[in-house]
């Protein structure tokens, strides 16, 4: 929503100044200039990508007219879901385990959180990671380092769209150049015609230029911000995950690993101790024990 509104303040700012200056909004109607600069935008990024990625943007751009999903409802869903897994763990052994990461549909913990599910990548992350505890014989310097270099790997994948749609976004500014520069070739084979036609013709040239800054500073730039601050959200969520397991790992108590976890949450989303807790004892789950 807020995707939106910003849209809409930044067209309302940039023609409510024009209007005001007493501006005429058709000149700035210019579809050919639009045609240019958009499709040799398209084109480069056509260019610089493979099909993944190119994926990936379109997804990362839908993303971002919504909101994000590591929200603080997620954050306290995977603590319980962690708290109820290592509670079982620490009664049963952590091979009892096994049985979960290895089908986590048919898993009586994994299927009360069905969103944790639908995100395969965390799922995996997970399952993988209680996986190889539970086999043994790996230390937990190790299982912290496996789960770091998956986070960094997963990251850097996030952050390949990311660095597409920011160079498409500093390719406009030249694009609209082009486009102006067209736009001046197309007006000196009308030198000697009306002047009112030599006007327009330099007008719409000038247009060029205008919406190319505009498509970068006002719009594609902004979304591309947007969509790096959701590849951090997703990469914080998994280092408070990471936190929590390698801690119930190293011996910590469940209640004690969640609250590593805890706060390492972003402050802005960090629910209180008392707020967590009281959530890990909703449902008739048993309070944390220290």
Sequence with gaps: ?????????VMAGILGGYLMEHGNIRVLIQPAELVIIGGAAIGTVLIGNPMYILKQIVGGLIGVFGSSKYGKPQYMETMKMLYELFSRARKEGLMSLETDSDNPEQSPIFSKYPKFLKDHHSLHFVCDTIRMAAGGGVEPFDVDQMMELDMDVHH???????S?????ADSLPGLGIVAAVLGVVITMGALGG???EIGHKVAAALVGTFLGILLCYGFIGPIAANMAKATDDEHAFYHVVRIVIVSFIKGSPPSIAVEF???????HLRPSFQELEKHLKGGGDAAPAA
Excluded: D, K, N, Q
């Excluded at 929503?1 to 303040?9: A, D, F, N, R, S």
């Excluded at 976890?261 to 402050?267: D, E, F, Q, T, V």
């Design 1 to 9: 929503m807020l995707v939106i509104i910003g849209i809409v303040v």
């Design 156 to 162: 850097h994948g996030a952050a390949l769209p990311v």
């Design 164 to 168: 597409a749609l920011a160079t498409m």
């Design 194 to 196: 009306p002047p009112e």
């Design 261 to 267: 976890g805890r706060r390492a949450i972003p402050s």
